[in-house]
């Protein structure tokens, strides 16, 4: 059975309006008073007990925190309002009544035109310089933020879903996005560094096939915590034990190479070199 449409609010424009079976998030803006409102609807069918199910299974199994619409919403209010507390580039949580027809949980964002990383990136008119000084920048950016979320064990400072696409080039700003799945509190907050800095890294090789290798080296060699990341690769591809070592048998039989665990693998060698 296929999900009701959303129903646009009056007076906003449709950015993502979810999935062609009617369910997944919905973006839409307000042009006239510049602000974004997402909402959190499910993400597969059956809901809502698959919802409730599979998001069981991620708290009690993989650390994280539940993934039924009501927490999604609730995920990303919490990470991001903390974030911006230390400093780093979100967009703002804006505080304004959600359209009385939007019946499903929402939220009102700073809107922050741009594009993503990715895209940034791969643009023909960006000279090489200026892509590696763009990760340059990432990469230390990101160093300072691992640095603070090890120091208060603060696992909610590590992004759960990390990729350059999920950071915005919005002017003069990188500003990260998609904060609706994170870690529980509790989770160690070097394992989900090690687990940001490997997806970061893989997303640069597997995201721009023709300047990747380069610009993952860039990454690495600006990165200002080479103890973190040393520690982060050797983590991913030697430590946690069983459960680690299950992680890195089904890393390894991803269709989509390179895993993660070959990705921290060329970073030790970097660190070796």
Known sequence: MRAAPPVVPFGLEVIQAGGGHG?????????????????????????????????????????KRGTAPHDRQR??????????????DVPAVIERPVPPEVSDPALWLEWCPGESLDRALAALSLDPAAARA??????????????KAI????PLLAMEHPSIVHVLASGERLVSIDFENAWRRGFPAASAVAR???GTLRSILRRLPERGEALF????AAYPRPDLLRAAAESTVRGGGLTGAL????????ENRPSKVEVMARVMEKARA
């Not at 006239?32 to 609807?41: C, G």
């Not at 120091?151 to 603060?154: D, G, I, R, T």
Request: aromatic residues 8%.
């Open 23 to 63: 369910l997944g998030n919905a973006l839409y803006l307000d042009r006239a008073r510049p602000a974004l409102l997402k909402v959190y609807r499910p993400r597969r069918r059956g809901a809502p007990l698959r919802e409730t199910l599979r998001s069981i299974g991620h708290q009690l199994f993989e650390g």
């Open 75 to 88: 995920t990303e209010s919490v990470v991001l309002r903390l974030w911006a507390a230390h400093g780093f």
């Open 134 to 147: 763009l990760v340059e920048r990432l990469a230390r950016e990101q160093a300072r933020r691992h640095q």
């Open 151 to 154: 120091e208060l064990s603060e």
């Open 196 to 198: 940001e800095l490997a």
């Open 217 to 220: 080296d860039a990454y690495v």
């Open 247 to 254: 992680r890195r048998f089904r890393d390894r039989r991803r």
